[in-house]
Nanobody, 115 residues
Framework: QVQLVESGGGLVQAGGSLKLSCAASGSTWRINGMGWYRQAPGKQRELVAI???????TYTDSVKGRFTISRDNTANTVFLQMNSLKPEDTAVYYCNAYSVIGNYWGQGTQVTVSS
């Protein structure tokens, strides 16, 4: 099993920045990649960004140029630096770790961007 604990959410004004962190513990050797998803009220959960163990990254179009995902493999931690935040970025952000045997999820952290 893999456990994920997120931190760093909160309330910020539009144009501001936040940095999310997610620490993995347990069977971390299983993890191939980690990432962030988000779910806004009334909407489906969507991919925000993922980073593979080797470092390649993928971003959803709406956050390209504003968000940066990074990873500390030795600490089994993934980060999401969010700049130029917009009200439409408001959502619960979930950390994800994926492996050949399945996906693991954190409990989620609320990000609220006020206009």
């Amino acid at each position: 099993q893999v456990q994920l604990v997120e931190s760093g959410g909160g309330l910020v004004q539009a144009g501001g920045s936040l940095k999310l962190s997610c620490a993995a513990s347990g069977s971390t050797w299983r993890i191939n990649g980690m990432g962030w998803y988000r779910q806004a009220p009334g909407k489906q959960r969507e991919l925000v960004a993922i980073i593979a163990r080797a470092g390649s990254t993928t971003y959803t179009d709406s956050v390209k140029g504003r968000f940066t995902i990074s990873r500390d493999n030795t600490a089994n931690t993934v980060f999401l630096q969010m700049n130029s935040l917009k009200p439409e970025d408001t959502a619960v952000y979930y950390c994800n770790a994926y492996s050949v045997i399945g996906n693991y999820w954190g409990q989620g952290t609320q990000v609220t961007v006020s206009s």
